[in-house]
């Protein structure tokens, strides 16, 4: 890691210096890579990848007429051949791998040559399976070959060595194509201005005129004294020239205070924003609950807006499982207090949209085991009491929490009582 920062500081200080002679340099291009990793086999990498292909994209700069920077983004799949000895987990599939490097390439000849021979030195990083780094310094040399305009041919083999513990010394060869990333703009053909023409002749040239066919005068842009809203009311006068408006508003449209669309002479609340179906005023609350009469399904009733409108069932349900209190161990409940439930039927009949959430509960005397099989019997016995009268399946839901929510301390008997109970939760 030392050496990679070495190189990176170096790479930094002779990429400021060398960047001053930008005469006669090569546009920056960028390019499409195939490449090939050839790693030598040695006893202890058998079982990995002794090849593979890889492909990336390619940017070249140029810094001055015989030295490029270079950057290679590659992506590749394949076994990794770490040594053994440094116990790196290896995979039985070819897996992603990924590096980026950047160099330096020194011609031996300038760009206004067909084919320029080159060396090439830097440093790059790469990532198995995105989880183990290495990073690698390659050095070689390679060929450059002049296609289309400022596009360019490389044909490349790099030696990478070692920079990091965890690095394969291999071979690479690589073969790239690079474009211009900025063409040529084409000059704009501007078209000879326009002779200038005044029509009425009243001194106002055409392209000023907004009255061209009719002699007026330049205080009103070749216009006679204009009506710009066309509203009965001259601009000399109109304190709105541009909106259509009546002569009573001074050749304003009729005020709409509220910003509602109903114009005030119109709006039965000018101060407070509604609809036109109402004449201005917002839609009516009649049972004042919050919720507007044509949201509310009982709009001459108080109730919640999660019941739209309609009245709360939870104090109900509250109220009727206050009865539903068992002994230690027990989950019977007498018929009577059962029969409670029937007024929460007749609610949930009435209330399609309600569902109800059963929820048995115990306190801690017992094991856990125990007491969550006790908790669900408590809630199965209101449950099926609740199907059984007719309610969908499909609207209730049944638990047991076991000793999970005391409403009470489990330390004394009343408090342990109390929390031998069935619950009911409303949802809307």
Known sequence: MKKFLFFTMLLTITMQVIAQDSALVKQPTIGLRLGMMDFKQTPNTAGTSKSAAEFGIQYVDGWTKKIDF??????????????QSLRVPTSNISEPFASIDFNINYKLLTDDHTVVPYLTAGIGIATDRFTTYTSYAPFGGGLQIKAA??????????????????????????????????LKEKKAVLPPPPTPVDTDNDGVVDASDKCPTKSGSAKYEGCPVPDTDNDGVDDDHDKCPKQAGTAKYDGCPIPDTDKDGVNDEEDKCPSIAGLTRYNGCPIPDTDKDGVNDEEDKCPTEPGIVANNGCIDIQPLLNEIASNFKF????????????????????????????????????????????????????????????????IEANRLSKQGDADNNPISTNKTAKGRAENRRTDMKAKY
């Open 327 to 390: 002994k230690t161990g027990k989950s019977i409940i007498a018929s009577k207090k059962l029969n409670k439930l029937d007024a929460a039927i007749a609610e949930l009949n009435k209330y399609k949209n309600i569902s109800i959430d059963i929820i048995g509960n115990t306190d801690n005397i017992g094991t856990k085991k125990v007491n969550k099989k006790l908790s669900e019997r408590r809630a199965a016995i209101i449950y099926s009491y609740l199907v059984k009268k007719g």
């Open 149 to 182: 305009q400022n596009s360019f041919v490389y044909v490349q083999a790099t030696y990478r060595a070692e920079t990091s513990y965890l690095t394969k010394t291999h071979n690479n060869y690589s073969v790239s194509y690079a474009f211009p990333l900025k």
């Open 70 to 83: 270079v950057s290679n983004l590659s992506f590749s799949a394949l076994k990794y051949p770490y040594y």
